[in-house]
């Protein structure tokens, strides 16, 4: 039972484009998302969150958008740039307020993301 | 500083060894958590620990064993290690619920 689903392997981009990538939860009691990014040998390294009480968080270059009635989200890259290139992992966790999910983290398969010069 | 450190790197092991994977955070966080990745797969949640002496299975712990007797340091025991053990091994930590999580370098292991 897959909880969160990121639904495309991979996706390729030229540099200075907008990069897309989605991701489906199909738990109701996610309220708080999560983006990481992963290079090769690295561990996973913390982007954005955003938590269940807004719909749009910004960083930077990086917007995450969340649709809770579709149980969507995505993260917007622009411009995207060649370092940009890794494994990107959505992540769901239950209970930001108060609740008894101690920070667990559920993720999805990640989408390999490649930003062409 | 060093974040969530991890040892060792790469480990192979013949089936039926056992080994002890070492995680360290010098964060001062309360949780702490191991994950494995497997090929094309997302991070699952072995087991958690919500402060020292206290753990909890997550949802693959079968074949692991884990001990927290200080803050900083949260060891993965594999007894009897099975092919099906190999992957890559994140111990990570978070001071509280809602924090960004912090993740180690990751230990690859290869069971033969």
């Known amino acids: 039972d897959q909880q969160v689903k990121q639904n495309s392997p991979s996706l390729s981009v030229q540099e200075g484009r907008i990069s897309i990538l989605n991701c489906d939860y199909t738990?109701?009691?996610?309220?708080?998302f999560l983006w990481y990014k992963k290079y090769p040998a690295e561990g996973p390294t913390f982007l954005i969150s955003?938590?269940?009480?807004?719909d749009k968080n910004e960083d930077g270059r990086f917007t995450v958008f969340l649709n809770k009635s579709a149980k969507h989200l995505s993260l917007h890259i622009v411009p995207s740039q060649p370092g940009d290139s890794a494994v990107y992992f959505c992540a769901a966790s239950e209970s930001l307020a108060g609740g008894t999910s101690y920070g667990k983290l559920t993720f999805g398969q990640g989408t390999i993301l490649t930003v062409h010069p | 500083n060093a974040g969530v450190t991890q040892t060792p790197k790469f480990r192979i092991l013949k089936i039926g060894q056992s080994m002890t994977l070492q995680c360290t955070q010098d964060?001062?966080?309360?949780?702490m958590y191991w994950y494995r990745q497997d090929p094309g797969m997302g991070l699952k949640l072995i087991y958690y620990?919500?402060?020292?002496?206290?753990?909890d299975k997550g949802e693959v712990p079968n074949g692991y064993n884990v001990s927290r007797s200080t803050t900083e340091d949260f060891p993965l025991r594999l007894e009897l290690a099975a092919p099906s053990q190999t992957s890559v091994y994140f111990c990570?930590?978070?001071?509280?619920?809602?924090?960004?999580?912090?993740f180690g370098p990751g230990t690859r292991l290869t069971v033969t």
């Open positions: 990570a930590s978070t001071q509280r619920q809602g924090d960004r999580t912090y």
């Open positions: 955003i938590s269940s009480i807004k």
């Open positions: 620990s919500v402060g020292a002496g206290i753990t």
């Open positions: 964060m001062n966080h309360n949780y």
């Open positions: 738990n109701s009691m996610f309220d708080y």
